[in-house]
């Protein structure tokens, strides 16, 4: 079960936009519209910000949005604030497993 | 108010076992997917296995065959029994809740997480 590939950081200023990619195959992000987007303070348990690709939970900012794009799901904030520094996990489903993980993405807000 | 609180982490020698729990509040774990995910110190989230609300299981292939997740519908309390314990398997260990309406591979709830120790 390999990880999804998200870079290791972005970085933007405070009113910018950035995007996050996750990178998979055609057995999980390629195959199922089943990812969904996390974000993680230190310290402090993860919270979904995103499932089903695009689809925001109750609560979360519409300054977060997702995307997919063949074997590549993509997460973008606009209109960044401080509080959104944070790691960001992308996850989704599998053909041979029930879910599986990107490797993290720290975003730093310049 | 939902609310997930994990306890049952600690130190443990190579080879032992560990009984994590999960008491979930404010609404019945039963009538919806829960799922345990770890993560190592200064590393990401590794999806560990879940349970569906008709009892189904599954495992990621790092503990298939030593871990085995269940449940108390009447103390509404998730449990991951881990045995044959080695160091790779330390970690904070949170569990999370799956509802059906964020879709089925997406949790919306997390607890605070167990920090489980596997060393001699």
């Known amino acids: 079960q390999s990880a999804l590939t998200q870079p290791a950081s972005v970085s933007g200023s405070p009113g910018q936009s950035i995007t996050i990619s996750c990178t998979g195959t055609?057995?999980?992000?390629?195959?199922?519209?089943?990812v969904s987007w996390y974000q993680q303070h230190p310290g402090k348990a993860p919270k979904l910000m995103i499932y089903?690709?695009?689809n925001r939970p109750s609560g979360v900012s519409n300054r977060f949005s997702g995307s997919k794009s063949g074997n590549t799901a993509s997460l973008t904030i606009s209109g960044l604030q401080a509080e959104d520094e944070a790691d960001y996990y992308c996850?989704?489903?599998?053909?041979?497993?029930?879910?599986?993980f990107g490797g993290g993405t720290k975003l730093t807000v310049l | 108010e939902v609310q997930l609180v994990e306890s049952g982490g600690g130190l443990i020698q190579p080879g032992g076992s560990l009984r994590l729990s999960c008491a979930a509040s404010?609404?019945?774990?039963?009538?919806?997917?829960m799922t345990w995910v770890r993560q190592a110190p200064g590393k990401g989230l590794e999806w560990v296995s879940v349970?569906?609300?008709?009892?189904?299981?599954d495992y990621a292939d790092s503990v298939k065959g030593r871990f085995t997740v269940s449940r108390d519908n009447a103390k509404n309390t998730l449990y991951l029994q881990m045995n044959s314990l080695r160091a790779e398997d330390t970690a904070v260990y949170y569990c999370?809740?799956?509802?059906?309406?964020?879709?089925?591979?997406?949790?919306?709830?997390w607890g605070q997480g167990t920090l489980v120790t596997v060393s001699s």
């Open positions: 999370a809740r799956g509802e059906y309406s964020y879709g089925y591979y997406s949790f919306d709830s």
């Open positions: 404010g609404f019945t774990a039963s009538t919806n997917y």
């Open positions: 349970i569906y609300s008709g009892g189904s299981t």
């Open positions: 055609s057995s999980d992000i390629g195959d199922y519209n089943y």
């Open positions: 089903d690709v695009n």
């Open positions: 996850s989704a489903h599998t053909t041979t497993t029930t879910l599986v």
